[in-house]
């Protein structure tokens, strides 16, 4: 049974920083492209960073370049989200995501609340 579990979220002030984590077990997590995504209320989820397979590249939303790094470890089958200088706006849910292109198997995590308050 394939699992992705989140860690790290909680409340921080703006400016602040917080560093997610995604432990995936049940699949060969070096065959998977990793992906964290988030949702804020009332909007739709939107994905903000993707690492490759092995970590060769990675891939940010527009609005979390410069601030935000994804990173994998294949050794503890984890994968990161280190996110600095936090805004308001980055308040949300964030998911893990895990993608195995070539059979198209895709699993979620559930979610840890993120929150940016003044």
């Known amino acids: 049974q394939v699992q992705l579990v989140e860690s790290g979220g909680g409340l921080v002030q703006p400016g602040g920083s917080l560093r997610l984590s995604c432990a995936a077990s049940?699949?060969?997590?070096?065959?998977?492209?990793m992906r964290w995504y988030r949702q804020a209320p009332g909007k739709e989820r939107e994905l903000v960073a993707t690492?490759?397979?092995?970590?060769?590249?990675?891939n940010y939303a527009d609005s979390v370049k410069g601030r935000f790094t994804i990173s994998r470890d294949d050794t503890k089958n984890t994968v990161y989200l280190q996110m600095n200088s936090l805004k308001n706006e980055d308040t949300a849910v964030y998911y893990c995501?895990?993608?195995?292109?070539?059979?198209?198997?895709?699993?979620w995590g559930q979610g840890t609340q993120v929150t940016v308050f003044s």
């Open positions: 995501n895990a993608l195995f292109y070539r059979s198209g198997s895709n699993y």
């Open positions: 049940g699949l060969t997590f070096t065959l998977y492209v």
């Open positions: 690492i490759t397979k092995g970590g060769s590249d990675t």
